[in-house]
Nanobody, 122 residues
């Protein structure tokens, strides 16, 4: 059973940076694609960034240039570096994983973390 545990969320002023981490367990290979999603209060969950098992990346258009997704296969850890944070980045951020990249791209991965809250203030 794959388990995903996010960390690194918190409160930050606009313009600041945060790095989220997602520790994965329950599998030993690097065949999983992983990604970050977020959900703000009163809004639908949206895709933030995805990284395929081979390292290819995909970002929401509005976040390109500010957010960077990466992973350390040896540590089974996914990261999201968030820079120049804006008020509208406030949301619960979720880590997700699946062996099928297309499921992540459709927002339907098989495994989800519990989420970590990011709050950006002025």
């Amino acid at each position: 059973q794959v388990q995903l545990v996010e960390s690194g969320g918190g409160s930050v002023q606009a313009g600041g940076s945060l790095r989220l981490s997602c520790a994965a367990s329950g599998y030993t290979d690097s065949s999983y694609s992983m990604g970050w999603f977020r959900q703000a209060p009163g809004k639908e969950r949206e895709q933030v960034a995805i990284i395929g098992s081979g390292g290819s990346t995909s970002y929401a258009d509005s976040l390109k240039g500010r957010f960077t997704i990466s992973k350390d296969n040896a540590k089974h850890t996914l990261y999201l570096q968030m820079n120049s944070l804006k008020l509208e980045d406030t949301a619960m951020y979720y880590c997700a994983a699946d062996t099928a990249l297309w499921r992540l791209l459709l927002g339907q991965p098989g495994y989800w973390g519990q989420g970590t809250q990011v709050t950006v203030s002025s």
